[in-house]
Nanobody, 126 residues
Framework: QVQLVESGGGLVQAGGSLRLSCAASGRTVTSYATGWFRQAPGKEREFVAAITGGGSTYYTDSVRGRFTISRDNAKNTVYLQMNSLKPEDSAIYYC????????????????????WGQGTQVTVSS
């Protein structure tokens, strides 16, 4: 089994930065394709960013240029650096992992992912 644990969320003012971490444990997940999603109150969970085992990255339009996804395979950890945060970025952020190095289906679909973390709250004040 694979466990994903997110950390790094918190309260920040608009324009500030946060770095989220997603630490994986259990079966070897060193190079699993991984994504970040977020869910705001009353809204569906939406795709934010993704990274393959080889390091290819993908972003939703609203965060491109502000957020950066990266991974440290030696630490079994994927990061989401979030800069220039806006109030509309406020949500619970979840990391999720596919069971392969490359995505087995669309990286933006929730159903592509086999493993999910419990989420970490990000609140951006105006």
């Amino acid at each position: 089994q694979v466990q994903l644990v997110e950390s790094g969320g918190g309260l920040v003012q608009a324009g500030g930065s946060l770095r989220l971490s997603c630490a994986a444990s259990g079966r070897t997940v060193t190079s699993y394709a991984t994504g970040w999603f977020r869910q705001a109150p009353g809204k569906e969970r939406e795709f934010v960013a993704a990274i393959t085992g080889g390091g290819s990255t993908y972003y939703t339009d609203s965060v491109r240029g502000r957020f950066t996804i990266s991974r440290d395979n030696a630490k079994n950890t994927v990061y989401l650096q979030m800069n220039s945060l806006k109030p509309e970025d406020s949500a619970i952020y979840y990391c999720a992992a596919d069971r392969a190095t490359e995505f087995t289906a669309s990286y933006a679909r929730r159903t592509t992912y086999d493993y999910w973390g419990q989420g970490t709250q990000v609140t951006v004040s105006s």
